[in-house]
């Protein structure tokens, strides 16, 4: 039951465009003691089905920037190459502390984003 919660929640999240990952990756280490490799394995498995379908939905929307997609895409796989091989060869412990530091920052930039929205909201 608990797979079927969690793949759930990272679809809807993925779907939305915000990274399912953050929710399956620490799930797959708390509920089923999963290394973090694995799970980061998994998670990149995971993600080529769910973003093909979101990609479908948000481009039929008009969601998507047509014209930074070839540099985006570019360097985007330039960058997952070189972390692809600076993850194999850090450890899982490492791994995860730099994950869980990382999703510590996203949070927290996330939440002062939130603040400075409400004090100067925008004009629409």
Same mark, same amino acid.
């Given at each position: ?14 779907g939305m ?6 929710? !399956? =990756?620490?799930?797959? %280490? @708390?509920?089923?003691? #999963?290394?973090?490799h694995? $799970?980061? *394995? ?13 990609l479908?939905?948000h ?11 070839k540099? !985006? =895409?570019i360097?985007? %796989? @330039?960058g997952?190459? #070189?972390?692809s091989?600076? $993850?194999? *060869?850090i ?6 502390k730099?994950?869980?530091?990382f999703?510590?920052i996203m ?8 603040k400075?929205?409400?004090?100067h909201?925008?004009?629409?």
């Amino acid at each position: 039951m608990i797979i079927f919660i969690v793949s759930l929640i990272s679809g809807i999240i993925s779907g939305m465009g915000i990274g399912g990952g953050t929710i !399956l =990756i620490p799930a797959l %280490i @708390i509920f089923f003691n #999963i290394k973090q490799h694995i $799970a980061q *394995s998994t998670n990149l498995i995971i993600f080529i089905p769910t973003s093909i379908v979101a990609l479908y939905f948000h481009t039929k929307q008009g969601n998507v920037v047509k014209d930074v997609l070839k540099n !985006l =895409i570019i360097f985007g %796989i @330039i960058g997952s190459i #070189i972390g692809s091989f600076l $993850a194999v *060869s850090i450890k899982s412990d490492m791994l995860k502390k730099m994950f869980g530091i990382f999703l510590l920052i996203m949070g927290a930039y996330e939440i002062y984003l939130s603040k400075k929205e409400k004090a100067h909201p925008k004009q629409r």
